[in-house]
């Protein structure tokens, strides 16, 4: 392995001969993290996946420091999110389709059948542009916890606790604040029914 070249967390791990699970073993951690690992949607690398790497990678004449693994991993999110912000947003008619999707969301939310204004809008629009319309895929292109998203779109929290999740609206999908509002209704009238 030439460590001067850029490499991605899952080449680091094959590099180190490691499977999913036994990275995860060896880092103290569950195997479905170590798969959102290479997926980029933490915010950061946890020390016990960069030292357990960092150690594997030794034995096979590979020396790579926990920090330099670390400083990658966030170069590399880092890199994802910002060609997704500079692609996303120039499409073409876009702000003609964030009104198509708003509208989308308020003509099909159905809070008994669990069809959160949130999840709608998503998935419309990822779906127009050809993107992979699954939440992983959208925390990974927007940098968004998932858990954020699984709770606005569980409506298992008011909007006002989903400042996460507005600040992504609003500076990567470029949601002008108007349109904010009206989601941000519509998900507080979802909330409510879905509590009662």
């Known amino acids: 392995m030439n460590l001067k070249q850029h490499y991605n967390l899952k080449q680091y791990r094959e590099a180190a001969g490691l499977s999913q699970s036994q990275l995860a073993r060896l880092s103290n951690i569950t195997p479905q993290r170590i798969v959102r690992l290479e997926q980029y949607i933490s915010p950061n690398l946890p ?3 960069s030292r357990a790497l960092s150690l594997a990678l030794m034995e096979t004449d590979a020396h790579c420091s926990p ?3 670390e400083d990658e991993y966030a170069v590399e999110r880092a890199k994802q999110i910002a060609e997704f912000r500079a692609y996303f ?4 008619e876009y702000s003609r389709q964030l009104q198509i ?5 308020v003509d099909f939310c159905e809070p008994t059948r669990g069809n959160s204004p949130v999840g709608l809008f998503r998935r419309y629009l990822f779906e127009h542009y050809g ?3 699954s939440a992983i895929k959208f925390s990974m ?3 968004l916890h998932p858990a954020v998203l699984s709770s606005a779109e569980n409506g298992k929290v008011p909007w006002e606790n989903l400042t996460a999740l507005e600040k992504v609206l609003r500076d990567i999908i470029k949601l002008p604040d108007a349109g904010i509002k009206q989601l941000a209704t519509l998900h507080d009238n979802y909330f409510l029914t879905r509590i009662i």
Not at 89 to 92: S, V
Not at 101 to 105: I, K, R, T, V
């Open 141 to 143: 292109f927007t940098g």
């Open 47 to 49: 020390s016990s996946v």
């Open 131 to 133: 993107y992979p319309h």
């Open 89 to 92: 947003p120039k499409q073409h």
């Open 101 to 105: 999707a708003l509208d989308y969301a």
């Open 67 to 69: 920090k330099k693994l």
